[in-house]
C-alpha cells in the first residue's frame, strides 16, 4: 500500500529554518513525482514545490521562490522540503503527495496519493 509521512515540522520564529521530510513506502519513489503543499487555517489547499523523478523541480508558489527548494534521495526514498528565512505566512499544515507520474502536475487532484501532514507554525 502506497504511503506517505511527513515529519520535520515544529515551531520556529521568523528567519529561521525548518527541513521537512516525506518519507515513502510501499512504492518506489523513483517512478513519481513529489510535490509538497500547504493549508493554512480557513484556506484551500496550494502547491509550494514539486520535483519530478529526474530531479526537475516546478515552484508553485511565488512567495517561496529563494526560500525554499524541494530535494529528493531516492535510495532513502524520501523527498525534502528545505525551508530557510521563514515568515508568519508560511505557517500552514504542510502535506506531501505523489502523482502517478514522472512529471509533476499543474493540477492538485491529479496527486492521488497524500500524507498526514505535519504543521509549521512561524512565531515570534
Known amino acids: 500500500q502506497l504511503q506517505l509521512v511527513e515529519s520535520g515540522g515544529g515551531l520556529v520564529q521568523p528567519g529561521g529554518s525548518l527541513r521537512l521530510s516525506c518519507a515513502a513506502s510501499?512504492?518506489?519513489?523513483?517512478?513519481?513525482?513529489i510535490g509538497w503543499f500547504r493549508q493554512a487555517s480557513g484556506k484551500e489547499r496550494k502547491g509550494v514545490l514539486c520535483?519530478?523523478?529526474?530531479?526537475?523541480?516546478?515552484n508553485y508558489a511565488e512567495s517561496v521562490k529563494g526560500r525554499f527548494t524541494i530535494s529528493r534521495d531516492n535510495a532513502k526514498n524520501t523527498v525534502y522540503l528545505q525551508m530557510n528565512n521563514l515568515e508568519l505566512e508560511d505557517t500552514a499544515l504542510y502535506y506531501c503527495?505523489?502523482?502517478?507520474?514522472?512529471?509533476?502536475?499543474?493540477?492538485?487532484?491529479?496527486?492521488?496519493?497524500w500524507g498526514q501532514g505535519t504543521q509549521v507554525t512561524v512565531s515570534s
Open positions: 520535483i519530478s523523478s529526474s530531479g526537475q523541480t516546478t
Open positions: 510501499g512504492f518506489i519513489l523513483n517512478f513519481y513525482a
Open positions: 503527495a505523489a502523482v502517478r507520474s514522472y512529471e509533476c502536475s499543474a493540477t492538485i487532484t491529479d496527486f492521488s496519493s
